[in-house]
């Protein structure tokens, strides 16, 4: 790396804000491109990954859009639009690249402590749902990357596959489901926590718990000036930098805003709490092996779309349904009631207002969702699950999600569903915004960031030549390449211990 230089003349190369899986992922990335690079990490928390990143905060789903509905929206012609689910697939093939490249390098260990297999199956009732999923399966099983997607609506074919769904329901309903065996389970959490124990023992990287970054200043010569407490003694310093990942999650664009780059111009959050109902009776858990995935209802945003899933924490097998969406001003679950109020500012107060009025429906949904009982959400649950007993189960607060708001020319401004990297023209800061897919495809979202930020260094033959060794199919198609594909699967299963593409295929 061409070593960039900061006003101070001190302080590391490279700080990241935030312990959460974009920073693990963008800290070990750029230790293995350039093994020599400082970076500094600061943490908010006393520990990594308690925000969004731990496991009972997300849903833990490796998002491959095997099972994910709202990934392949149907068109007005009544064609299902297939090309999200072809980059979320293709993004998760490269995560899990990377996590085998750190197996097999012994950089992090047992990946049955972060990844497992867990059919992804989607199901759905009602004859139009039918027909949609139907089409889905004829579209998407036409790419290599969903073969061996299972079909069914034969109702006993679907008691096996999921007989606590089936168990109960009401015979006369018409049903169908998807399954994919191939899917995955992850700890996003645990796997963060290992990059960050690997991370802080190479020479090089500091990594700071309890110390808060409260602003950031850029320099006459483009490096940054970033003031930090120390949350534990109170104590403030100041720390040089050439680079800054903005990876505070929730917290993101507060510091977008403090770095007043003009790219940040005009981005405003919404936030979007979670909850789950988490089973507790282990002979209900033990009825369910899969994450099985249904239809948003009309009008709900794409993240509410409820799922049941078999997950593993810990060791631990655990059952979760949800999430119930709500609504809630803090931007991080461990944050502040003033975070939305305080994010509104002058450049941002347009696109902010244009995106709530013209998503008042999403509001009123999410404010109704707040006012759920108990009653509410186990009608929801036995849509899903017919018998399911409210003593089974008890409520789970899930991570906070901050959607992102953005200039629009034509409505003012817009609220978005994915992610955003927004950096600045000289690569000198970036910052990672909204939530979804997220975590599943950090590696992906990553190198977009290396692609801006370091150009002159992704460019050259050392950086090319170790990101193929750790990506094998980087730079390629394998949505186009199906014998690569097969290829990367195949070992990606060998060394994460996954059911293998073979075992599965008809
Ligand atoms: C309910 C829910 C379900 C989800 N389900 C899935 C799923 O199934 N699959 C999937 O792939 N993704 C899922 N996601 C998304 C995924 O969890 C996130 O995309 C991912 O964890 C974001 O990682 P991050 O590192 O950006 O943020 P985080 O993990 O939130 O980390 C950010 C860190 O920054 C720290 N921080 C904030 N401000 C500061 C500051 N000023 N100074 C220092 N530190 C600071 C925070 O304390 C936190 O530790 C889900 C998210 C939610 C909320």
């Known amino acids: 790396m061409m070593k960039r230089k900061n006003s101070s003349g001190t302080g590391p190369d490279v700080v990241l804000i935030g312990a959460g899986i974009m920073s693990a992922t963008l800290g070990v990335l750029l230790k293995e491109l ?60 490269i995560s899990k690249q990377f996590w085998a490249y750190l197996i097999e390098n012994n950089l992090i260990e047992i990946p049955e402590s972060f990844i497992r297999s867990t059919s992804h199956m989607s199901f759905v009732w009602g004859e139009k749902n039918v027909d949609f999923l139907n089409k889905r399966y004829a579209a998407l099983t036409n790419c ?53 124990n690997h991370l802080k023992e190479m020479d090089g990287v500091t990594l700071h718990f309890n110390h808060e970054v409260r602003k950031l200043k850029r320099q006459p010569d483009n490096s940054w000036r970033l003031k930090v407490k120390d949350l534990s003694s109170g104590n403030k310093r100041k720390v040089y930098t050439s680079f800054v990942f903005i990876g505070a999650g929730g917290g993101s664009l507060a510091l977008l805003e403090k770095s007043d780059i003009p790219e940040g111009k005009g981005y405003g959050g919404f936030p979007v709490s979670g909850q789950w109902l988490k089973c507790t009776n282990p ?13 948003a209802a009309v009008g709900s945003p794409p993240m509410s779309v409820p799922h049941l899933d078999t997950r593993m924490i810990n060791g631990k097998r655990e059952l979760l349904f949800g999430p119930y969406a709500g609504f809630s001003t803090k931007f991080l679950k461990k944050g502040s009631y003033f ?54 189960w008890e409520l789970e607060k899930a991570g906070q999600r901050v959607q992102v708001i953005k200039k629009d020319p034509k409505h003012g401004g817009v609220l978005e569903f994915g992610t955003e990297v927004v950096s600045a023209a000289d690569g000198s800061i970036a910052a990672l915004l909204g939530a979804s897919p997220g975590a599943s495809t950090a590696v992906s979202i990553m190198l977009t960031l290396l692609g801006r930020c370091f150009k002159d260094e992704i460019n050259s033959k050392e950086w090319q030549t170790k990101l193929k060794q750790m990506i094998p199919s980087y730079g390629e198609s394998l949505g186009e390449n199906g014998q690569l594909l097969e290829e990367v699967r195949e070992h990606t299963s060998e060394v994460l211990g996954l059911k293998n593409m073979k075992q599965v295929q008809k």
Not at 37 to 44: D, Q, S, V
Not at 349 to 354: E, G, T
């Open 283 to 295: 002979d209900v858990i033990q009825q369910h092996q899969a994450k099985v995935y249904g239809k």
């Open 339 to 392: 975070d939305l109020p305080s994010s509104i500012k002058i450049g941002n107060l347009r696109p902010m207002m244009a995106a709530g009025i013209k998503n008042i429906p999403l509001t009123k949904y999410l404010i109704n969702q707040v006012r759920q009982s108990p009653e509410d959400r186990l009608a929801a649950l036995r849509e899903y699950y017919p018998n399911a007993r409210s003593e089974d």
């Open 34 to 93: 350039q093994p020599d690079i400082t970076i500094e990490i600061f943490e908010r928390l006393d520990v990594a990954a308690a925000e969004s990143s731990d496991a009972w905060n997300n849903a833990g789903t490796g998002h491959s859009a095997f099972c994910e509905l709202n990934y392949t929206p149907e068109l007005p012609d009544g064609s299902i639009e297939t090309s999200k689910a072809v980059s979320i697939a293709e993004s998760f093939e």
């Open 144 to 196: 290599h990357l969903f073969k061996g997607m299972e079909y069914s609506e034969n109702p006993e074919q679907l008691e096996d596959w999921m007989p606590l769904i089936m168990d109960g329901r009401d015979k006369s309903q018409k049903v169908a489901a998807t399954r994919m065996d191939i899917g995955t389970d992850v700890n996003f959490g645990e796997l963060t926590r290992c990059m960050f």
